[in-house]
């Protein structure tokens, strides 16, 4: 499994999540690897609050357990990501989605090729370490004016592939290079730098949002 990150940093986007969620009023939500289930808590807070639910997709068993108040909300789906997606009934459609499982520039791409007929015009795709080329440096700032320099820190843009300290798993990482590599005519994105980066992306030459919750048989299973 590629990964960039700690569940720590991707945790540090769980405001966002629940934001979005509620912003929205996202009631289909899926998530797409949820480890511990960091980020899972605050999809389904937001899924309280629109009174929707939170499909998560992971190949691992998830020791995650809900407050009782939300337990009815979540669907925990174990399997592989690109299977759940291909297995989906056609009509399900996501207002949210959280991308969050193998990191790898294929998988990406393969995952949002199969996520783009479950999108309405104003879902919102969420991807986590879409920033991975911006670090940040303590610098001298010389004024301009003649004055004293001055030390700050500031986000700065590096070879991401290039740093000393980067990993195998990390210089993997291609889920920035499969959201740049999205037609723009199609696609439109924005990305917030903090802990490795969170993208906003959305689809918008889909179809309008047809307003309907999904149903969940007995085993949580999209009919
Ligand atoms: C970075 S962790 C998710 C972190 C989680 N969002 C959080 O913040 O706590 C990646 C997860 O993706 C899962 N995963 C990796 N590749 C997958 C795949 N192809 N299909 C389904 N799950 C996958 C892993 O089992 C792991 O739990």
């Not at 459609?93 to 007929?117: G, K």
């Not at 592939?161 to 740049?180: I, N």
Request: aromatic content about 6%.
């Amino acid at each position: 499994m590629h990964t960039i990150s700690s569940p720590g940093e991707s945790a540090c986007h769980r405001p966002v999540l629940a934001a979005h969620a509620m912003q929205i009023g996202a009631r289909n939500i899926l998530e797409l690897g949820a480890l511990h289930g960091d980020t899972t808590l605050p999809l389904l807070l937001g899924a309280y609050y629109s009174d929707g639910h939170v499909h998560t997709v992971d190949m691992t068993p998830s020791k995650f357990n809900p407050p009782a108040m939300l337990k009815a909300r979540w669907h925990m789906h174990q399997g592989e990501a690109h299977m759940f997606l291909r297995n989906l009934p056609a009509h399900v459609i996501f207002d949210l989605v959280w991308l969050d499982d193998e990191h790898s520039y294929e998988h990406v791409v393969t995952e949002l090729q199969a996520l783009a007929p479950h999108l309405h015009r104003d879902s919102i795709v969420l991807l986590h370490d879409t920033a991975v080329g911006v670090e940040h440096e303590e610098v001298d700032l010389v004024q301009s004016d003649g004055g004293s320099p001055h030390h700050q820190r500031v986000a700065v843009h590096v070879n991401f592939f290039e740093l000393p300290y980067v990993s195998m798993s990390r210089s993997d990482c291609g889920v920035l290079r499969a959201v740049r590599e999205l037609p723009v005519e199609s696609w439109e994105h924005v990305t917030v730098t903090a802990c490795y980066g969170a993208t906003m992306l959305r689809k918008k030459d889909a179809p309008r949002r047809e307003q309907k919750l999904l149903v969940v048989d007995a085993d949580g299973y999209m009919v």
